[in-house]
């Protein structure tokens, strides 16, 4: 295992060649360019043994790794923003027809208006896709879970794809020591893929099939019950990692300094690292404050969530999505997980840093001071007070 | 008497197509060409709906639908993965989709698909409109057709615009094989199929498949207004190799396109209104436009007309009679050569869409569902040595 200075991009691209996917499909957008042109390289350099195919759009490259897994090989995709829009109809599909496609989200803010930067808003937008949905906080998670992921989404209990998000430019850009494992830790791990079933002529199956109204639904309940059985398999596979990579994974979600916290952040991705610098710093000052940093927002582990918040008194949830006219999405599922508990928190959602606005160690401060004087009342954080707004 | 209908199709009976399905017909006749070893795709459409109906599949091959517009991708994919694995010289792609989901909707992914190059056949059947959907308006959609969304009325002749040229297209892509061909012609349709396959890179195809339920005609006319449009020369039988027309099917006898109109409720406007007339004329002149651009009715460079050179026929000598461009049909039995050219059962020299002449169908004829007596008004024109 060896520890480098290398940028988030590289460090997932290298993740992923470890994983010896035999066909990679893809089409540029920022800032998911990076990672697919690291691996365009491996395989121009016989590094990567893979069938790299250029495709005329996200839709076809989603639809390209989906014909590609249906015929039994390990596959991979990546995107951002309008790319995971234009993707979505497939993404939908891959989830139904059961394939263990993995594909790296690097989040991006959705056009109108145009926004290279980093929000969450595009993988949230395809939260009901079927995909199980990953958040990495560094760059060292975002290429973790990519080795988990393939374990995840090839387990014949699950055989669900994985989508692994990672912040755009935070981290696809980012500069950092990584440790990437040598190949035979990583084959060690992952064995070959074994698909279910398979596109084969000695065994000739009907894929894609339309289902009337009596067998839909029983079909839809079965996806969600693998949904389900995912969060007991993110966690084995996340032991597994530990004793296989010697580093530790978080599984379905980190808990940070919330044994005694009264106070509990929630929040996904890079902005736990800012978080948890604010905690650290009022800890000293003896304020009982905490993060629970939630890895998988699908399938959304509630019962593990809400018992590790049930101590808390008051939770403030920080997203970067909006649901445009209703509650932003993190929140009100927090929300609702602990309807009919015997815990009730306070819970407050706060929406900040869409667009790529910085999220700083002030916004979260800012947070928790509006959370102790206005308890559950959601809003914006960092909103301009300069400009004239519509409507104000 | 052995059974005279094949039930070991890969496309399978017990589909739900509707009677007289143009599409159908033709994917069973590709699927025969191909034989088993493919594995096929194919766009949401007809043809998807009615062969997989959970847990009912009419496909005898590896098959997978996904969307309406990613079929050539998923074919892509499909290709990738064999390749990679070593599986591409045993397996065939085929890719598969309607005139909607190949020339509109799926348009782009077919266009990547040719650019890179997979090693795939792309199969067009074009019934020339959205049928699946009721009957709505394609790129395929042909001059005047009247559709649910491009309504003959008060101000409209129907479809204002003419087909797309897919074909075209893919020869500008630097397609090494693309065809065209006529369900009615399913010799030809084999043919092509056989001989894309046999050609590596990117294929494609694009087959006229009648739709009775959608152009309103009787739904016994399935193959005769599939040969009519083309001996009218509004859908060219074409075959391009490495961006040459290397064939195209002639025209022995032309018919005017008003025969091949007037069956059909799509174009029943044009002949119950004033103006429907230079309506027609104007289809005509579409049909003598490519009758004279593809010279669908010159004589053949080599005019080889068979001749007849003796009385005793061996099997080589016969299969110059094979009723093609212009040539008599012969055929034979039980040692004895038959003229069948001036048959109605024996369009093009073929029958039935099973038999060819030009051979010796005498092992073919125990299984047929008739017996020699139906020979027995045939010109007898020599004898067969095999």
């Known amino acids: 295992m060896a520890r480098r200075m290398m940028e988030g991009s590289q460090a997932v691209a290298s993740a992923v060649a470890l994983c010896r996917p035999q066909v990679i499909s893809a089409y540029p957008i920022t800032p998911q360019t990076h990672i697919v042109q690291e691996l365009g390289q491996k395989v121009a350099d016989g590094d990567l043994v893979a069938e790299f195919v250029n495709v005329e759009s996200e839709h076809s490259a989603a639809s390209v790794v989906l014909g590609a897994s249906a015929t039994g090989v390990r596959v991979y995709t990546a995107s951002s923003s309008q790319g995971i829009m234009l993707m979505a109809e497939v993404l939908f599909n891959i989830s139904g027809m059961r394939l263990p496609v993995v594909l790296t989200c690097v989040n991006r803010a959705l056009s109108a208006p145009l926004s290279i930067w980093n929000d969450q808003q595009d993988s949230i937008s395809v939260r009901d896709s079927g995909f199980l949905q990953l958040y990495a906080e560094n760059n060292q998670e975002a290429a973790d879970l990519v080795y988990q992921a393939y374990r995840i989404a090839e387990d014949h209990r699950i055989a669900l794809p994985v989508m692994v998000c990672m912040d755009g430019y935070i981290l696809s850009h980012a500069w950092e020591g990584v440790d990437i494992p040598d190949q035979s830790t990583v084959d060690a791990f992952l064995p070959p893929f074994e698909p279910i079933y398979k596109l084969d002529p000695d065994q000739p199956l009907t894929f894609g099939m339309f289902m009337e109204p009596d067998k839909y639904l029983e079909n839809r309940y079965m996806i969600q019950n693998a949904m389900e059985r995912a969060v007991g398999v993110i966690q084995e596979v996340a032991h597994d990692f530990e004793r296989a990579f010697g580093r530790a994974s978080a599984g379905v979600m980190e808990e940070y300094q919330t044994a005694d916290a009264s106070t509990v952040f929630v929040v996904m991705g890079s902005l736990a690292s800012t978080i948890k610098e604010v905690v650290d710093e009022l800890r000293e000052r003896g304020e009982k404050v905490g993060l629970l940093r939630l890895v998988s927002y699908r399938p959304f582990p509630q019962d593990l969530v809400c018992g590790a918040l049930a101590r808390a008194k008051s939770i403030i949830v920080i997203e970067k999505a909006l649901s445009l006219g209703g509650p932003a999405p993190l929140v009100s599922e927090l929300r609702s997980a602990f309807y009919g508990r015997p815990a009730q928190p306070g819970v407050t959602g706060f929406v900040a840093g869409l667009g790529g606005r910085d999220i700083t160690v002030d916004t979260v401060k800012a947070a928790l001071e509006r959370a102790r004087t206005g308890a559950g009342v959601d809003g914006f954080l960092d909103l301009r007070t300069d400009l004239e707004l519509e409507g104000e | 008497m052995a059974q005279a209908v094949d039930t070991d199709h890969l496309f399978a009976s017990g589909h739900t197509a509707c009677a ?299 299969a110059g009679f094979d009723g093609l461009e212009g040539r008599p049909a012969y055929v034979a039995y039980k040692g004895r050569v038959y003229d069948v050219t001036g048959s109605s059962l024996w369009e093009d020299g073929e029958h039935q869409l099973e038999h060819r002449a030009g051979r010796d169908l005498t092992r073919e004829m125990e299984n047929a569902p008739h017996d020699e007596d139906s020979l027995g008004s045939l010109p007898v024109v020599g004898e067969f040595k095999a």
């Open chain 2, 20 to 318: 007289g399905c143009g599409q159908s017909l033709a994917a069973r006749l590709v699927l025969r060409a191909a034989g088993p070893n493919i594995i096929a795709t194919n766009s949401t459409g007809c043809l998807e709906v009615f062969s997989s109906n959970y847990p009912h599949s009419a496909w005898r091959v590896p098959w997978i639908h996904s969307l309406f517009e990613n079929s050539a991708a998923v074919a892509s994919g499909v290709e990738a993965a064999l390749r990679i694995s070593g599986r591409l010289d045993g397996i065939r792609v085929i890719g598969q989709g309607g005139d909607g989901g190949t020339a509109d909707i799926g348009f782009g992914a077919l266009s990547g698909m040719f650019e890179r190059g997979h090693d795939i056949l792309f199969v067009c059947y074009d019934n020339e409109a959205y049928m699946n959907t009721g009957v709505q308006r394609s790129g395929l959609t042909p001059f005047d057709a009247s559709t649910t969304t491009s309504p003959a009325g008060r101000e409209s002749w129907g479809n204002r615009t003419g087909k797309k040229n897919l074909p075209q297209i893919a020869v500008a892509h630097g397609v090494p094989y693309v065809a065209t061909t006529s369900v009615g012609y399913p010799f030809d349709l084999d043919k092509k199929v056989k001989k894309a396959l046999s050609i590596r890179g990117p294929k494609y195809l694009q087959v006229f498949v009648p739709c009775p339920l959608g152009w309103r005609h009787d739904t016994s006319l399935c193959t005769s207004i599939a040969k009519m449009v083309v001996e009218t020369g509004l859908y060219p039988v074409l075959e391009y190799e490495n961006g040459v027309l290397t064939s195209a099917r002639r025209i022995t006898k032309k018919r005017p396109v008003e025969e091949y109109l007037k069956p059909q409720g799509r174009y029943a406007h044009l002949f119950n209104r004033e103006g429907g007339a230079e309506e027609v004329a104007k289809i005509q002149a579409l049909a003598d436009d490519n009758i004279a651009r593809f010279g669908l009715m010159d004589k053949p460079a080599e005019a080889k007309k068979a001749e007849v050179v003796a009385k005793v026929f061996t099997a080589s000598e016969l």
